[in-house]
């Protein structure tokens, strides 16, 4: 993941594509953009900013078994992952998963008022 210094805080920082053939989206997304990835296993692949293997994740293919409802899963940053988790519930948001912990920090999803998921992560 990227070093973080946002001036708005909650910006968009990385989205997630839901695939149901993750070799076959790799090669799709490789070939149409010139992505490369970075394997986290069989059910999820980083997309790199640049060709380099050092460059930085903008988003990931993540697998399932069907896509529903289509379009990417937008992830904000928080500095502050509990205090944003209270923001977003005393807004009206509905938590939908988690907080967990992952390989990068840990994370939640929420609904927001309209039924919109997304995602806020922290390395914390």
């Known amino acids: 993941?990227?070093?973080?210094?946002?001036?708005?805080?909650?910006?968009?920082?990385?989205?997630?594509?839901s695939v149901t053939d993750l070799a076959a989206a790799q090669a799709f997304?490789?070939?149409?953009?010139?992505?490369?990835?970075?394997?986290?296993?069989?059910e999820y692949?980083?997309?790199?900013?640049?060709?380099?293997?050092?460059?930085?994740?903008?988003g990931g293919l993540?697998?399932?078994?069907?896509?529903?409802?289509?379009?990417?899963f937008v992830l904000l940053y928080s500095d502050d992952l509990d205090g944003t988790l209270a923001?977003?519930?005393?807004?009206?948001g509905t938590v939908t998963n988690g907080p967990y912990e992952f390989p990068?920090?840990?994370?939640?999803?929420?609904a927001d008022p309209s039924g919109n998921v997304l995602g806020v992560w922290s390395e914390q």
């Open 87 to 92: 923001a977003i519930v005393s807004a009206g």
């Open 29 to 42: 997304y490789g070939a149409a953009f010139g992505w490369s990835f970075t394997a986290y296993g069989d």
């Open 1 to 17: 993941m990227a070093t973080h210094d946002h001036r708005i805080p909650l910006t968009i920082d990385y989205v997630e594509i």
């Open 104 to 110: 990068g920090g840990r994370r939640f999803h929420f």
């Open 45 to 58: 692949a980083g997309i790199r900013t640049s060709a380099e293997a050092d460059g930085e994740e903008a």
């Open 62 to 72: 993540t697998l399932v078994d069907e896509v529903v409802g289509g379009g990417p």
